[in-house]
C-alpha cells in the first residue's frame, strides 16, 4: 500500500515537470511578452533593455534551465505585470476558486445523488421522467448563457440577489448553481444508471428476501455499489469544475484564478501562467490519488499493488 | 449535516461588500490594477486607481492642454530646465514635498539597473540637480520639447516611505500627495480609497471611492442599472439604448485621443506604392457611414493621422476625404488599375471598440470600386507583436493610435518617420512610409523648444501625408461610459476617471 502510495507520488512529479514543460514551450513559441509590456510607442532601445532584464535575449535552453532549477525550488519568477512572486499571486486567487468550486460540488453531489436515486426507485413514473429531463437540460445548457439568465432573472429583475463580485455568502448563490449545474445533471444520471442496475443484482434481491427495509437497501446495498463511477465521476469534475470557473468567474467577476489566468495568458505573463499551470497539474494529480484510494474504501475488492 | 449549517453559518456571517449608495462612488473597470505604483504599469486601469492617489507634476485637462501642479517649469536655454516645487504639500503620512523628493523620483525613473515602465518618457534627461529646497535644475543631452507634456506621466511618489517599506510594499500599500487616501486592496475584488481632507487643493466632494473589476460586459451593465456602481467603463454601442432606457443611468461619450486607420505597405512594388491609388482607397471608403451603422454614430472621421486634441493639428489638412467611389474610380483608372487590383489586410478583434466589424465594412466598400482586399482577422497579442517585429503578413493592417502625450511628434515620428535624415535616426519600427521632406520637418520639430516652430513644421509635415495617403485614414474613436444619474461627471478624453472632478447630488 505504502509502496504504492509512493510510486503514484513520484509520477506526480514526472506529472508536474511534463506540465512545466508544456507551458514553457506553448508560451515560448506564442511569442515575446516584452512587446505588450511597454507603451506601444516605447522605443526598440526600451524594449532591448527589458528583454535584457527579464532575461528573454538568452538562448531557449539557458531560459529553460533557468526555468527547471527555480522550479525544483518552488520559485516561479514574479509577475511580468506587478512585479510580486507568481506563486504567491496564484495561491491567493486559489482560495476563491477552491471555494466556488467546492460549493459548485456539494451542491451537486446534495441534489444530484438524491435525484438519481428517487428517479431510479421511481423507474418509469413521471418524476423519473421530470428529473431525467431537468438532468439532461442541466448537461446541455451553456455555463455563459445560464450564468447571464440568472443573473438576469435573481440579479435584474427580483433584486433578490446580487450580479457580481465576492464577499458574502449571498455573492456565492448564483455562480454555485452556474458552476455546479453540469456536474449536478452528471451525478443524478449516472447514480440513476448505478442504482438501477444495483436494485436488479443478486445481493440486492437477498437483502429484500432477508425483510431489509427498502430505504435500507436502497442506501446501503444498492448505492454504496453505486457509488464507484460516482466518485470516479467527482474526480473527474473537479477538472471540469476549475475549468467552467474560468467562464462563471468572468461573468460573476468572482475574484478567482480562473479569470486571473484568462488575463495572464492575453498579456503573456509567462510566470504567473506557469505558476497556475503546476499548481493545477499538482492539484488535479493529488485529486486522482485521493479518488483511486477512495476505491479502497468503497470497495473492498480493490487492492493496489 | 451539523457540520454543514455550521460551514453556511459560517460563510453568512462574511461581511457584505461595496454598494453604490451614499457618499461612496463605486467605479467598475474591466480588470483590476496590476499594481499601485503609479510609474510602473502601463494600463489605463490601473491608471485609473492611482491618479486619485498621486498627483503629476503637471496635470492635464479635459481639452487636452497641460497646466502646472505640483509645480513649475521653465526653460532656461535649449538644454536646462529650472523646476520649481509647490510649496506647503504633503503626503498621506505626513511626510513633505520638496526638491529632495522630487530629485529621489527622477533617480528611480532613470536608473539604468532597474527601469520602470514609465522611464521610457524621460530618457533625454542627462541630470537632475537640486538647487534649493523647491529648486532643481534639469539638463538634458538634446532638446527635449515634449519634456512639459511628458511631466503629465509624472506622478510623485515618496521618498522616505519608499526607502523604509521597500519598493514591493509601497506597490501595495501606497501614500501620495492625491485627494484620496489608500484604504485597501482586495486583489481583484475591489479597491477602497478614502477622502484626503487635508488634500492641497481642496476638500473632495465624494468621501469614498471604491473600484471593482468586473470583465464581463453585459455583468458591468446589469450592475449600472440596478444602482450596484456608479461609473462603468467600455460600455457597447449595442448597449446605449438600454442603459438610457433604465431611468437609473445614461450613456455619456467623449471623443478620445484614438484614431483608427488602415496602414498601407507603401514600400512594396505593388500597387499600395503608388500615390494615387491610396488616394483612391481613401475617397471609396464612407466613414460616416461606418461611424453610423458599426459604431452607433460614436466616431468623428477625420483626414490626418492627429485629433483637435492634439499639438500640431491643423483643421484644413485634416479634414476627412469625401466619399466619392466615382472619383477613387477614376484614379484607380488613371494608376493603370481600372478593373481594380487584390490585397490583404488584418485586423485585430477585440481590441478597439468593434474592430472586426470596421475592417469587414472597409472591406465591402473597397469591393464596390473592384478592390478586393482578403481580410485576415488575429489574436491581439500576437497581431501586435507581428507589428513591432515588422513581420506583417498583410499588405494592410487595422490598428488604432492613441496619442496620450497630445503632441503631434508622438505620431507623426512614431508612425510614419522613415529614416531618410542623414546622421538623423533610422526609421521607426511602425513606419512604411518614406518622404524625405516629411522626415526632416518631423525631426526639426524635435529640436526647437519653441512652440510656435513646432507648429509650422508639423503644418508642412501634414500637407506632405495629405499628398502621400500613407494610410486609409478612418476616424477618431469615442469612449463610452454608463454613469449613474445621481453623479456629475464627465469623461475625459485620456481616459482617466478623476473622482476629484466627480460629485454625488442626490
Same mark, same amino acid.
Given at each position: 500500500?505504502?509502496?504504492?502510495?509512493?510510486?503514484?507520488?513520484?509520477?506526480? +512529479?514526472?506529472?508536474?515537470?511534463?506540465?512545466?514543460?508544456?507551458?514553457?514551450?506553448?508560451?515560448?513559441?506564442?511569442?515575446?511578452?516584452?512587446?505588450?509590456?511597454?507603451?506601444?510607442?516605447?522605443?526598440?532601445?526600451?524594449?532591448?533593455?527589458?528583454?535584457?532584464?527579464?532575461?528573454?535575449?538568452?538562448?531557449?535552453?539557458?531560459?529553460?534551465?533557468?526555468?527547471?532549477?527555480?522550479?525544483?525550488?518552488?520559485?516561479?519568477?514574479?509577475?511580468?505585470?506587478?512585479?510580486?512572486?507568481?506563486?504567491?499571486?496564484?495561491?491567493?486567487?486559489?482560495?476563491?476558486?477552491?471555494?466556488?468550486?467546492?460549493?459548485?460540488?456539494?451542491?451537486?453531489?446534495?441534489?444530484?445523488?438524491?435525484?438519481?436515486?428517487?428517479?431510479?426507485?421511481?423507474?418509469?413514473?413521471?418524476?423519473?421522467?421530470?428529473?431525467?429531463?431537468?438532468?439532461?437540460?442541466?448537461?446541455?445548457?451553456?455555463?455563459?448563457?445560464?450564468?447571464?439568465?440568472?443573473?438576469?432573472?435573481?440579479?435584474?429583475?427580483?433584486?433578490?440577489?446580487? +450580479?457580481?463580485?465576492?464577499?458574502?455568502?449571498?455573492?456565492?448563490?448564483?455562480?454555485?448553481?452556474?458552476?455546479?449545474?453540469?456536474?449536478?445533471?452528471?451525478?443524478?444520471?449516472?447514480?440513476?444508471?448505478?442504482?438501477?442496475?444495483?436494485?436488479? /443484482?443478486?445481493?440486492?434481491?437477498?437483502?429484500?428476501?432477508?425483510?431489509?427495509?427498502?430505504?435500507?437497501?436502497?442506501?446501503?446495498?444498492?448505492?454504496?455499489?453505486?457509488?464507484?463511477?460516482?466518485?470516479? +465521476?467527482?474526480?473527474?469534475?473537479?477538472?471540469?469544475?476549475? /475549468?467552467?470557473?474560468?467562464?462563471?468567474?468572468?461573468?460573476?467577476?468572482?475574484?478567482?484564478?480562473?479569470?486571473?489566468?484568462l488575463i495572464a495568458v492575453s498579456q503573456r505573463d509567462f510566470p504567473v501562467v506557469q505558476a497556475t499551470v503546476v499548481v493545477f497539474a499538482l492539484l488535479l494529480a493529488f485529486v486522482n490519488l485521493i479518488v483511486d484510494l477512495a476505491y479502497l474504501w468503497l470497495d473492498p475488492r480493490v487492492r493496489y499493488s | 449535516m451539523r457540520k454543514i449549517t455550521l460551514l453556511v453559518l459560517f460563510i453568512l456571517g462574511a461581511s457584505f461588500s461595496a454598494w453604490a449608495a451614499g457618499d461612496t462612488l463605486v467605479i467598475a473597470q474591466?480588470?483590476?490594477?496590476?499594481?499601485?505604483? =503609479?510609474?510602473?504599469?502601463?494600463?489605463?486601469?490601473?491608471?485609473?486607481?492611482?491618479?486619485?492617489?498621486?498627483?503629476?507634476?503637471?496635470?492635464?485637462? =479635459?481639452?487636452?492642454?497641460?497646466?502646472?501642479?505640483?509645480?513649475?517649469?521653465?526653460?532656461?536655454?535649449?538644454?536646462?530646465?529650472?523646476?520649481t516645487v509647490r510649496k506647503g504639500v504633503k503626503f498621506h503620512d505626513g511626510e513633505e514635498l520638496n526638491a529632495d523628493v522630487i530629485k529621489f523620483n527622477f533617480d528611480r525613473l532613470l536608473n539604468p539597473d532597474k527601469p520602470l515602465k514609465y522611464s521610457t518618457y524621460f530618457k533625454p534627461i542627462k541630470s537632475v540637480e537640486v538647487v534649493g529646497p523647491y529648486k532643481l535644475k534639469i539638463t538634458t543631452s538634446k532638446p527635449f520639447p515634449l519634456f512639459l507634456t511628458r511631466l503629465t506621466y509624472f506622478w510623485v511618489?515618496?521618498?522616505?516611505?519608499?526607502?523604509?517599506?521597500?519598493?514591493?510594499?509601497?506597490?501595495?500599500?501606497?501614500?501620495?500627495? #492625491?485627494?484620496?487616501?489608500?484604504?485597501?486592496?482586495?486583489?481583484?475584488?475591489? &479597491?477602497?480609497?478614502?477622502?484626503?481632507?487635508?488634500?492641497?487643493?481642496?476638500?473632495?466632494?465624494?468621501?469614498?471611492?471604491?473600484?471593482?473589476?468586473? =470583465? $464581463?460586459?453585459?455583468?458591468?451593465?446589469?450592475?449600472?442599472?440596478?444602482? #450596484?456602481?456608479?461609473?462603468?467603463?467600455?460600455?457597447?454601442?449595442?448597449? &446605449?439604448?438600454?442603459?438610457?432606457?433604465?431611468?437609473?443611468?445614461?450613456?455619456?461619450?467623449?471623443?478620445?485621443?484614438?484614431?483608427?486607420?488602415?496602414?498601407?505597405?507603401?514600400?512594396?512594388?505593388?500597387?499600395?506604392?503608388?500615390?494615387?491609388?491610396?488616394?483612391?482607397?481613401?475617397?471609396?471608403?464612407?466613414? $460616416?457611414? &461606418?461611424?453610423?451603422?458599426?459604431?452607433?454614430?460614436?466616431?468623428?472621421?477625420?483626414?490626418?493621422?492627429?485629433?483637435?486634441?492634439?499639438?500640431?493639428?491643423?483643421?484644413?489638412?485634416?479634414?476627412?476625404?469625401?466619399?466619392?467611389?466615382?472619383?477613387?474610380?477614376?484614379?484607380?483608372?488613371?494608376?493603370?488599375?481600372?478593373?481594380?487590383?487584390?490585397?490583404?489586410?488584418?485586423? =485585430?478583434?477585440?481590441?478597439?471598440?468593434?474592430?472586426?466589424?470596421?475592417?469587414?465594412? !472597409?472591406?465591402?466598400?473597397?469591393?464596390?470600386?473592384?478592390?478586393?482586399?482578403?481580410?485576415?482577422?488575429?489574436?491581439?497579442?500576437?497581431?501586435?507583436?507581428?507589428?513591432?517585429?515588422?513581420?506583417?503578413?498583410?499588405?494592410?493592417?487595422?490598428?488604432?493610435?492613441?496619442?496620450?502625450?497630445?503632441?503631434?511628434?508622438?505620431?507623426?515620428?512614431?508612425?510614419?518617420?522613415?529614416?531618410?535624415?542623414? #546622421? #538623423?535616426?533610422?526609421?521607426?519600427?511602425?513606419?512604411?512610409?518614406?518622404?524625405?521632406?516629411?522626415? $526632416?520637418?518631423?525631426?526639426?520639430?524635435?529640436?526647437? !523648444?519653441?512652440?510656435?516652430?513646432?507648429? $509650422?513644421?508639423?503644418?508642412?509635415?501634414?500637407?506632405r501625408v495629405r499628398a502621400g495617403a500613407p494610410w486609409i485614414f478612418l476616424y477618431q474613436q469615442e469612449d463610452i461610459y454608463g454613469v449613474n444619474k445621481r453623479v456629475k461627471w464627465q469623461p475625459r478624453p485620456d481616459e482617466l476617471i478623476w473622482a476629484f472632478d466627480a460629485e454625488i447630488v442626490k
Amino acid at each position: 500500500m505504502l509502496t504504492y502510495i509512493i510510486r503514484r507520488l513520484l509520477l506526480v +512529479i514526472i506529472v508536474v515537470w511534463g506540465a512545466a514543460t508544456l507551458a514553457f514551450g506553448l508560451l515560448y513559441l506564442s511569442g515575446d511578452p516584452v512587446n505588450l509590456l511597454l507603451p506601444l510607442d516605447a522605443g526598440q532601445e526600451a524594449r532591448a533593455e527589458l528583454r535584457h532584464a527579464y532575461g528573454f535575449d538568452q538562448p531557449i535552453y539557458v531560459q529553460y534551465g533557468r526555468y527547471l532549477l527555480k522550479l525544483i525550488h518552488g520559485d516561479f519568477g514574479t509577475s511580468l505585470r506587478s512585479e510580486e512572486p507568481a506563486l504567491g499571486l496564484v495561491l491567493v486567487r486559489m482560495g476563491p476558486t477552491l471555494l466556488l468550486a467546492g460549493w459548485g460540488l456539494l451542491f451537486a453531489v446534495l441534489l444530484g445523488v438524491p435525484a438519481g436515486v428517487v428517479a431510479a426507485v421511481r423507474k418509469g413514473s413521471l418524476v423519473e421522467l421530470l428529473t431525467m429531463t431537468l438532468a439532461l437540460l442541466g448537461q446541455s445548457v451553456p455555463v455563459f448563457w445560464l450564468g447571464l439568465m440568472l443573473i438576469l432573472v435573481f440579479g435584474l429583475r427580483l433584486h433578490w440577489l446580487p +450580479i457580481s463580485g465576492a464577499g458574502s455568502w449571498k455573492h456565492l448563490i448564483l455562480p454555485t448553481i452556474t458552476v455546479g449545474t453540469f456536474v449536478t445533471a452528471s451525478i443524478a444520471r449516472l447514480t440513476r444508471s448505478g442504482v438501477i442496475q444495483e436494485l436488479r /443484482s443478486d445481493h440486492v434481491r437477498t437483502a429484500r428476501a432477508k425483510g431489509l427495509a427498502g430505504r435500507v437497501v436502497v442506501y446501503k446495498h444498492a448505492l454504496r455499489n453505486a457509488a464507484i463511477p460516482v466518485v470516479t +465521476i467527482i474526480g473527474l469534475q473537479l477538472g471540469a469544475l476549475l /475549468s467552467g470557473a474560468v467562464i462563471t468567474e468572468t461573468i460573476f467577476a468572482w475574484p478567482g484564478i480562473g479569470r486571473f489566468v484568462l488575463i495572464a495568458v492575453s498579456q503573456r505573463d509567462f510566470p504567473v501562467v506557469q505558476a497556475t499551470v503546476v499548481v493545477f497539474a499538482l492539484l488535479l494529480a493529488f485529486v486522482n490519488l485521493i479518488v483511486d484510494l477512495a476505491y479502497l474504501w468503497l470497495d473492498p475488492r480493490v487492492r493496489y499493488s | 449535516m451539523r457540520k454543514i449549517t455550521l460551514l453556511v453559518l459560517f460563510i453568512l456571517g462574511a461581511s457584505f461588500s461595496a454598494w453604490a449608495a451614499g457618499d461612496t462612488l463605486v467605479i467598475a473597470q474591466g480588470v483590476d490594477a496590476t499594481t499601485l505604483d =503609479p510609474v510602473n504599469h502601463q494600463e489605463t486601469p490601473t491608471g485609473n486607481v492611482t491618479s486619485n492617489i498621486f498627483d503629476n507634476f503637471y496635470r492635464r485637462l =479635459p481639452n487636452g492642454k497641460y497646466q502646472p501642479w505640483l509645480g513649475e517649469v521653465k526653460a532656461l536655454d535649449n538644454l536646462t530646465w529650472e523646476m520649481t516645487v509647490r510649496k506647503g504639500v504633503k503626503f498621506h503620512d505626513g511626510e513633505e514635498l520638496n526638491a529632495d523628493v522630487i530629485k529621489f523620483n527622477f533617480d528611480r525613473l532613470l536608473n539604468p539597473d532597474k527601469p520602470l515602465k514609465y522611464s521610457t518618457y524621460f530618457k533625454p534627461i542627462k541630470s537632475v540637480e537640486v538647487v534649493g529646497p523647491y529648486k532643481l535644475k534639469i539638463t538634458t543631452s538634446k532638446p527635449f520639447p515634449l519634456f512639459l507634456t511628458r511631466l503629465t506621466y509624472f506622478w510623485v511618489v515618496p521618498k522616505k516611505y519608499i526607502e523604509d517599506k521597500g519598493a514591493a510594499y509601497f506597490a501595495n500599500h501606497p501614500v501620495g500627495t #492625491g485627494p484620496y487616501k489608500f484604504v485597501k486592496w482586495i486583489k481583484d475584488q475591489e &479597491i477602497d480609497l478614502a477622502a484626503n481632507e487635508d488634500y492641497w487643493a481642496g476638500k473632495p466632494k465624494i468621501k469614498k471611492v471604491v473600484f471593482r473589476p468586473i =470583465p $464581463e460586459a453585459s455583468s458591468r451593465v446589469a450592475e449600472l442599472v440596478t444602482g #450596484g456602481v456608479d461609473i462603468i467603463t467600455n460600455l457597447a454601442p449595442e448597449a &446605449i439604448d438600454s442603459v438610457n432606457a433604465s431611468g437609473v443611468a445614461e450613456a455619456r461619450t467623449v471623443p478620445s485621443i484614438r484614431n483608427i486607420f488602415v496602414e498601407l505597405d507603401v514600400k512594396g512594388k505593388g500597387p499600395l506604392h503608388d500615390p494615387k491609388v491610396r488616394l483612391a482607397l481613401n475617397y471609396a471608403v464612407d466613414k $460616416e457611414s &461606418i461611424i453610423k451603422h458599426v459604431l452607433g454614430g460614436n466616431g468623428t472621421a477625420v483626414g490626418c493621422p492627429l485629433n483637435t486634441y492634439m499639438f500640431g493639428y491643423d483643421e484644413d489638412l485634416c479634414k476627412p476625404f469625401p466619399y466619392d467611389p466615382a472619383k477613387a474610380k477614376k484614379l484607380l483608372a488613371e494608376a493603370g488599375y481600372p478593373n481594380g487590383f487584390s490585397f490583404t489586410m488584418g485586423s =485585430p478583434s477585440g481590441r478597439y471598440l468593434n474592430d472586426r466589424q470596421v475592417a469587414e465594412a !472597409v472591406v465591402g466598400q473597397l469591393a464596390k470600386v473592384g478592390v478586393k482586399a482578403d481580410l485576415r482577422v488575429q489574436e491581439w497579442s500576437s497581431y501586435v507583436g507581428q507589428i513591432l517585429q515588422r513581420k506583417i503578413p498583410t499588405d494592410a493592417w487595422l490598428i488604432g493610435w492613441g496619442n496620450a502625450q497630445f503632441d503631434a511628434d508622438n505620431t507623426l515620428f512614431t508612425l510614419l518617420y522613415g529614416g531618410n535624415v542623414k #546622421g #538623423g535616426p533610422k526609421r521607426t519600427v511602425f513606419s512604411y512610409f518614406s518622404d524625405p521632406q516629411f522626415d $526632416e520637418y518631423v525631426l526639426q520639430a524635435q529640436s526647437v !523648444v519653441d512652440q510656435s516652430k513646432r507648429q $509650422e513644421l508639423y503644418k508642412k509635415a501634414l500637407e506632405r501625408v495629405r499628398a502621400g495617403a500613407p494610410w486609409i485614414f478612418l476616424y477618431q474613436q469615442e469612449d463610452i461610459y454608463g454613469v449613474n444619474k445621481r453623479v456629475k461627471w464627465q469623461p475625459r478624453p485620456d481616459e482617466l476617471i478623476w473622482a476629484f472632478d466627480a460629485e454625488i447630488v442626490k
